[in-house]
């Protein structure tokens, strides 16, 4: 079994900062793409950054700027330094991985972290 354990979440009020983690554990030959996703009350999960076993990042328009990604392979953790915190930031931030468990799987399989609450206050 492959985990993925989120932190970092918390209050802060609006211009602040905030570091999340996502930490990999479990049966993991290699990981591949990363990404963060966040879902607001009422409204559908969306992807906020991703960022390829190379280190390529991808980011939401609307986080340009502000949030960072970035991974460290050799721990198999995964951040995400958001600044310049809005309140349409608030959300509960997921991690999503893509990873091979064994050398002879080709195939990549999924695994969701079980989410961290961001709040900002304004």
């Known amino acids: 079994q492959v985990q993925l354990v989120e932190s970092g979440g918390g209050l802060v009020q609006a211009g602040g900062s905030l570091r999340l983690s996502c930490a990999a554990s479990?049966?993991?030959?290699?990981?591949?793409?990363m990404g963060w996703y966040r879902q607001a009350p009422g409204k559908q999960r969306e992807l906020v950054a991703d960022?390829?076993?190379?280190?390529?990042?991808n980011y939401v328009d609307s986080v340009k700027g502000r949030f960072t990604i970035s991974r460290d392979n050799a721990k198999n953790t995964m951040y995400l330094q958001m600044n310049s915190l809005k309140p349409e930031d608030t959300a509960v931030y997921y991690c999503?991985?893509?990873?091979?468990?064994?050398?002879?799987?080709?195939?990549?399989?999924?695994?969701w972290g079980q989410g961290t609450l961001v709040t900002v206050s304004s």
């Open positions: 999503h991985a893509y990873y091979r468990n064994t050398p002879g799987n080709v195939r990549y399989l999924e695994v």
């Open positions: 960022i390829t076993s190379g280190g390529n990042t």
């Open positions: 479990g049966s993991i030959f290699s990981i591949n793409a």
